[in-house]
């Protein structure tokens, strides 16, 4: 029933994959995931390129099954050595990519000389077309409703998911608003191939983080986001709090990188993370926040998913044509 061309691509059994969160995808989780039936996604630069061969290593250890990391192309404020970080996810056999921000062009002909299936995190249909252009195996497209960067285009996962599936002959998967199973299905019946949930791991018993950070997402309602950055042209979706508001105000009068840089820290945002200091940094957080209601093992959550979204596809069935 959930057999897709991703699917059978990443011979995974359920067509979900988790987001790539900095400081959250480590080994655990991602090999929760990937036990769960589904894709976990280790995050690259949550690690040294060093730590990164040891964390790949350790989900190794973790699971059998088919596991990818995430290298995101962003600017950062400090500089990163990208071609370091392909170098060690070729050299320790992993054989699928999650790319995003910008283009993954100069690094292409590298990952598919090593037989590495690559997947592009796209922001509008265009960004898309370029992905397959280039030789990405499949693209992730990325809803205004997101965690972390919606792009600057603000379209809904609605609209953008099936005017991509239709513009390209690659694998689509959605992203942005997706974290339960009428999210799944309602992908499926859009012409996805699969979704991917970032938000929605977060609160699960493996994610790295501080019991307060969870706790947090569950009295979180859809309202309780916010979108900072704008003036720069790199927006995120970030969990309200007494930081992003100060970054909101900053950007009113004088949006600057110099004045922005000691609040949008991504140290800040790690600290929050391990302590569970809710108004120490930013929290990235997508509005499916306000369908998160509890904090099961990944497992829990994926098994209940695909139960109800069977029972969905077979009410959908028995409705009179």
Excluded at 205 to 225: G, M, N, W
Aim: aromatic share 4%; hydrophobic share 40%.
């Amino acid at each position: 029933m959930f057999k897709t061309r991703i699917t059978e691509m990443f011979r995974i059994e359920y067509p979900i994959i988790q987001g790539g969160m900095q400081w959250v995808s480590t080994a655990e989780l991602t090999a929760a995931v990937s036990n769960a039936g589904c894709l976990g996604i280790l995050s690259a630069l949550t690690f040294s390129p060093e730590e990164l061969k040891l964390e790949i290593r350790k989900v190794k250890e973790l699971t059998n099954r088919p596991f990818g990391v995430n290298i995101t192309l962003l600017p950062t404020l400090r500089p990163v050595n990208y071609n370091e970080y392909f170098n060690v996810v070729i050299e320790e056999g992993v054989k699928i990519v999650e790319t995003a921000g910008r283009s993954p062009e100069p690094y292409m002909k590298l990952l598919k000389a090593a037989g590495i299936k690559v997947i592009h995190k796209c922001t509008a249909v265009r960004f898309a077309r370029t992905a397959e252009r280039l030789g990405c195996d499949a693209v992730t497209i990325d809803g205004f409703e997101c965690a972390g960067h919606p792009g600057e285009e603000d379209v809904t996962s609605l609209i953008l998911v099936p005017l991509t599936v239709d513009a390209v002959s690659i694998p689509v998967i959605a992203s942005g608003g997706f974290g339960d199973a009428r999210g799944l299905v309602a992908a499926l019946a859009l012409g996805a191939d699969g979704i991917n949930m970032g938000t929605r791991f977060l609160a699960t018993q493996e994610a790295p983080v501080h019991h307060r950070v969870k706790e947090r997402l569950i009295a979180t309602s859809e309202r309780d986001t916010m979108l900072i950055l704008r003036s720069l042209r790199n927006t995120m979706r970030v969990l309200k709090n007494t930081v992003a508001e100060r970054v909101i105000e900053v950007e009113k009068k004088d949006p600057t990188l110099e004045k922005l840089a000691p609040l949008i820290s991504g140290e800040r945002g790690k600290e929050l993370l391990q302590t569970g200091e809710l108004e120490q940094g930013l929290l990235t957080c997508g509005q499916v926040v306000g369908l998160i209601h509890d904090i099961p093992t990944v497992s829990e959550l994926i098994q209940n998913m695909i139960s109800e979204a069977v029972q969905i596809i077979g009410h959908l069935a028995r409705v009179p044509s």
